[in-house]
């Protein structure tokens, strides 16, 4: 089993083990979520980005800058630390670094995550949030199963993802 194979067994693990939580609707996400869902983007964040400007990227991916960053951008290759809730494109979570209450370590360029999501870290800069739509081609070609209360992500559809960029180590630490 290949390097990323062996990852993303890891992370598909992982995310049938997540507890069991109610999922929030996409006007919702956060004023009518439950209290045990955690969110990176509340209602005023939800109404704020209607009128956040969509950037459109070759590849299909979309995004909406909730709060731009100031720290550096990572480059290819480097590891980043970040917050992140996965939404079908109905709002509802099936999958939430918040939930499990520790940031994910990602690098970037390496093939460990979602393409879509890959791309859509790939131009933040630290200490920004960033909701990001990705297209089907870019998600999850094979679908990922049903965790507890969790709902289902069929092959190939959209999911979004809000993303918040923590640090990079060794361009920001503290």
Known sequence: MGCTNLILFFFFLNLLSLPSASAASPSALGAGAPAEEKVLCDAACEAALKDAPLV?????LSYKD?????????????????HYVAMTPAGRVFDSSLTRGAPYDIRVGSGQIVAGLDEG?????????????VPGALA?????????GRPRVPPASPVVFDVQLLYIPGLDDE
């Open 56 to 60: 459109e990227l070759p590849s299909g």
């Open 66 to 82: 909730i709060t731009p960053g100031t720290g550096p951008t990572p480059p290819t290759g480097y590891q980043v630390v970040a």
């Open 121 to 133: 870290i790939a131009t933040m800069r630290v200490g920004g949030v960033r909701r990001v739509f």
């Open 140 to 148: 999850f070609p094979k679908g990922l199963p049903s965790g507890p």
